[in-house]
């Protein structure tokens, strides 16, 4: 996936211009958050689960290299194998290495964020091997020519109609007037066009919720099932995840279990909890001949006791996403890669670098609700601002902003200077503002009116108003004291 998150400004506008998508995010602002604020009320318990997670991931990261080499050696004694790659590259040489000892024509693939992120489809059709997304969402945006635009919600930029649209476009096989209108009924022509797909496929590739270190399984959660019959019905089943995605024991993944779903899609539980360990066994009815764990570091274990570590808690719920203003403004596309939102923001840099990727921390409020909903309770906005102070120090953000922040320095280093230039800008823009309490344009602040009202100073800096508060505190102690 070719990364244009260096231009996401102007991503911005477009997606801030495109009335479709900006109607399809409208429908997200309030259902995930909404949907998670009733579950969480029902789980009386959940902030202490919220401390139970960080302590466990934390416990993990200080032993990974532990933990990482006992899910190794139980994976191997339950017949699988594990492949360790440390770039984009090995994992899809990998894969590629795996499907043509089974001369794989085609390969059905649950939802994987790794797969995203090593560009694995487009490797596979280069190679002569057909990948089909199985997920609804992933379906509908590879049939698109899309890529996904949320973690959990892959298609939650688009309006049914386009689905209908792109259905009526590809399934070519079905009568051309029949009724597309309804949810259900996309859903039931999804399923039994994909259904024929499971049948005919060769691997099955899925990502990872978790990775168990104890008995060398791997856990899946899905709503529509086909996850199951992605690792269940082909020849083998590889597993595509990262390295933190390991955690001790069943009994840890299930205080993550509790948490997940409940910050992601509002669910108490997901539809679908799915444990693999190992091949099928000679008393199986079913499952897949071979299995296969292929672990991805991509610069994670840079990351280890650094600044940005903690983001290696992130457990992929999107609850950041869900309640971030900035995202719910443009989607996931203007983000310019895999992932988005403040994790997104946090995780891209590390992954492709500040140089490509350093306007995502400044496409931020910094109003907190990323972090105040997060499960794992990652510091984004504060690992934002490090972002954002990297970027500074390496030269990387414009020239005019490098000058402002230093002329604003400048000013604030100096009292006196500050009290009067603060106070003269909230007279002046009080005065110019006072007909209609708002600017619809103004120099310098084009960012922000641009797309929105600057509302009007009533003509007293803030500096003035506390002081003038404070001496009429004194007086009314002084008095009340006499």
Not at 298 to 312: E, V, W
Not at 339 to 344: E, I, L, T
Not at 418 to 424: D, K, L
């Amino acid at each position: 996936m070719l990364a244009t998150s260096r231009n996401f400004k102007a991503n911005a506008h477009r997606a801030l211009g495109n009335p479709e998508l900006q109607r399809a995010m409208g429908m997200m602002r309030t259902g995930f958050p909404e949907r998670r604020a009733v579950a969480i009320s029902r789980l009386p318990e959940f902030e202490a689960l919220r401390d139970a997670g960080v302590a466990i991931k934390n416990h993990v990261l200080a032993h990974l290299d532990f933990y990482l080499e006992t899910l190794e050696k139980n994976v191997i004694a339950q017949g699988g194998k594990v492949h360790w790659c440390r770039t984009p590259q090995e994992a899809r040489e990998t894969v590629l290495g795996i499907c043509r000892a089974l001369n794989a024509k085609t390969v059905t693939k649950g939802k994987s964020m790794i797969g995203e992120e090593i560009a694995l489809n487009d490797f596979l059709e280069a190679n002569s091997i057909t990948p089909v997304e199985t997920d609804l969402g992933e379906y509908i945006v590879q049939i698109r020519h899309e890529t996904p635009s949320h973690i959990i919600a892959p298609a939650v930029h688009l309006v049914k109609e386009q689905v209908a649209e792109s259905f009526r476009e590809t399934h070519t096989h079905l009568p051309a007037d029949r009724k597309l209108e309804e949810p259900r009924v996309l859903c039931d022509e999804a399923r039994g066009v994909l259904r024929q797909k499971f049948l005919a496929a060769d691997v099955g590739i899925t990502g990872a919720n978790f990775l168990i270190a104890e008995t060398g399984s791997s856990i899946i959660v899905t709503n529509e099932g086909n996850g199951d019959l992605t690792q269940t019905l082909p020849k083998a089943h590889i597993v595509l995840a990262s390295l933190e995605k390991v955690v001790p024991t069943l009994e840890d993944a299930s205080t993550f279990l509790r948490l997940l779903a409940r910050s992601s899609t509002g669910q108490e539980f997901s539809t679908y909890t799915t444990v693999s360990t190992g091949p099928r066994r000679a008393a199986d009815t079913d499952g897949p001949g071979e299995y296969h764990v292929v672990l991805l570091d991509n610069g994670r274990s840079a990351l280890l006791g650094g600044a940005f570590q903690d983001m290696l808690r992130c457990i992929r719920c999107a609850a950041c996403l869900n309640h971030c203003p900035v995202y719910a403004a443009v989607g996931g596309h203007a983000y310019g890669w895999v992932y988005s939102g403040p994790m997104g923001a946090v995780l891209t840099p590390t992954l492709i670098g500040v140089d490509e990727a350093g306007q995502l921390p400044n496409a931020s409020t910094f109003c907190g609700r990323c972090e105040s909903v997060c499960p794992m309770r990652i510091p984004l906005p504060k690992m934002m601002r490090q972002w954002r102070e990297r970027e500074f120090a390496q030269g990387l953000s414009p020239k005019t902003q490098r000058w402002g922040v230093k002329l604003w320095a400048y000013v604030a280093q100096r009292p006196v200077l500050y009290r009067f230039m603060s106070g003269a800008a909230s007279r002046v823009l009080g005065a110019l503002g006072a007909r209609h309490g708002r600017f619809r344009t103004l120099p310098l602040a084009s960012g922000w009116t641009d797309m929105r009202d600057l509302p009007a100073p009533e003509g007293k800096s803030f500096m003035t108003l506390w002081a003038a508060r404070r001496a009429a505190g004194a007086e009314k102690r002084g008095a009340a004291a006499s």
